[in-house]
Every structure is written in structure tokens, then in C-alpha cells.
């Protein structure tokens, strides 16, 4: 299996990593906010990196994790910095899940397999485990009202399984992909 590392070493062009400082401000927060963001990240995420660039995809990937440490984020997409922070902290829960062994298996291998079951179960507890991750964190850090809000809407991914293997089967078939970073890899770039 290839790591991110592996891509980057075969000359693959990911734009550089954004410091959490320079992301709040890109994502335009008050200044209160950016500093409980970034004093929060610096007390449980510091070990993730940012890499904030256009993606180059037809598909609605806002963002991805590429190893236990990396995350990457869509800058393309018009929303708020709201919910491009809630997905950098969810992409960084699935970089934790894969670090702990239990992303890759039934995630990545389930859909090249031809598992469906296990996938969309799979999908779903990871998902929310990812969500619930988020939403507590994004409280932690003075987000409350928003999440108070959105969260429904913030949660609608637990129910695209269905949709998410299908683009995974499509591009694994299309890009020959060995694993999740491969393939994550092929549709960001």
C-alpha cells in the first residue's frame, strides 16, 4: 500500500501545507474565534497538517485525509468557514480512524471487494463517529450557535453511503486504484 509520503516522493504535486493560522484566516472568522481555533488545535490536532488548494474533480469532495497526519481541503467550494473548518476536523477524526487500523478495511478494501453491507455499515459508524467528533469539538471552540443550526445538515453525510460507493466503485475501476490514498489521490489532482 502507498503512503502519502510514497506520492509525494514520486513527484506528485500537492500544493503546500497552510499553518491553522493562516487557514482561520483564510476562512474569515473574527479575531476571538481564530484564537480559540487555533489554541484549541494546538492543544488536539497539532500533529495535522493542512493542505488547502482547488481540487481538480468533478465530484463533491470537500475535503479528504491522506495519511494519519494529513488532511486537504477543497478550497473551490463557496461555503462558509464554518463548514470548511467542520470538515477539516472531520477529515482529521478519519486520519485518527485510520491511524487506529479501522478506516482502510472496511472503508476502501469492502468497496474494491465488492462488499457492500460491510461498506454502507461501515460508512455510517465511521461517519458519525466523525460528526460527533466535529460537533463536540467545533462547541468546544465557541461554535455553539452555528451548530445548534446546521447539525442536521452538518450530518446529512451518514446517509450517502449509497452514493459514496458508487463513486468509489467508478473510480477505483477507472484509476486502478490499490488503496484509499491512491484513489483519493487520483481525484483530487
Given at each position: 500500500?502507498?503512503?502519502?509520503?510514497?506520492?509525494?516522493?514520486?513527484s506528485?504535486?500537492?500544493?503546500?501545507?497552510?499553518?491553522?493560522?493562516?487557514?482561520?484566516?483564510?476562512?474569515?472568522?473574527?479575531?476571538?474565534?481564530?484564537?480559540?481555533?487555533?489554541?484549541?488545535?494546538?492543544?488536539?490536532?497539532?500533529?495535522?497538517?493542512?493542505?488547502?488548494?482547488?481540487?481538480?474533480?468533478?465530484?463533491?469532495?470537500?475535503?479528504?485525509?491522506?495519511?494519519?497526519?494529513?488532511?486537504?481541503?477543497?478550497?473551490?467550494?463557496?461555503?462558509?468557514?464554518?463548514?470548511?473548518?467542520?470538515?477539516?476536523?472531520?477529515?482529521?477524526?478519519?486520519?485518527?480512524?485510520?491511524?487506529?487500523?479501522?478506516?482502510?478495511?472496511?472503508?476502501?478494501?469492502?468497496?474494491?471487494?465488492?462488499?457492500?453491507?460491510?461498506?454502507?455499515?461501515?460508512?455510517?459508524?465511521?461517519?458519525?463517529?466523525?460528526?460527533?467528533?466535529?460537533?463536540?469539538?467545533?462547541?468546544?471552540?465557541?461554535?455553539?450557535?452555528f451548530?445548534?443550526?446546521?447539525?442536521?445538515?452538518?450530518?446529512?453525510?451518514?446517509?450517502?453511503?449509497q452514493?459514496?460507493?458508487?463513486?468509489?466503485?467508478?473510480?477505483?475501476?477507472?484509476?486502478?486504484?490499490?488503496?484509499?490514498?491512491?484513489?483519493?489521490?487520483?481525484?483530487?489532482?
Amino acid at each position: 500500500m502507498k503512503t502519502f509520503l510514497q506520492f509525494v516522493n514520486e513527484s506528485v504535486e500537492i500544493p503546500s501545507t497552510i499553518s491553522i493560522e493562516d487557514f482561520v484566516k483564510e476562512l474569515h472568522f473574527p479575531k476571538d474565534i481564530q484564537e480559540n481555533v487555533i489554541d484549541w488545535w494546538g492543544k488536539n490536532r497539532n500533529r495535522i497538517k493542512i493542505h488547502y488548494f482547488p481540487f481538480n474533480t468533478p465530484h463533491p469532495i470537500m475535503g479528504c485525509f491522506l495519511d494519519e497526519n494529513t488532511v486537504a481541503i477543497n478550497s473551490i467550494p463557496r461555503v462558509p468557514g464554518e463548514i470548511k473548518l467542520f470538515i477539516t476536523l472531520h477529515e482529521s477524526r478519519h486520519a485518527d480512524q485510520h491511524k487506529e487500523g479501522r478506516f482502510m478495511g472496511p472503508y476502501f478494501d469492502s468497496v474494491k471487494n465488492n462488499d457492500k453491507q460491510t461498506f454502507l455499515k461501515a460508512y455510517k459508524e465511521l461517519e458519525s463517529e466523525s460528526n460527533d467528533f466535529t460537533i463536540k469539538a467545533m462547541t468546544d471552540m465557541g461554535f455553539d450557535q452555528f451548530i445548534r443550526f446546521q447539525s442536521r445538515m452538518l450530518r446529512g453525510n451518514e446517509e450517502h453511503g449509497q452514493e459514496v460507493w458508487g463513486m468509489m466503485k467508478e473510480d477505483i475501476e477507472k484509476y486502478k486504484a490499490n488503496d484509499m490514498f491512491d484513489l483519493l489521490l487520483n481525484q483530487i489532482l
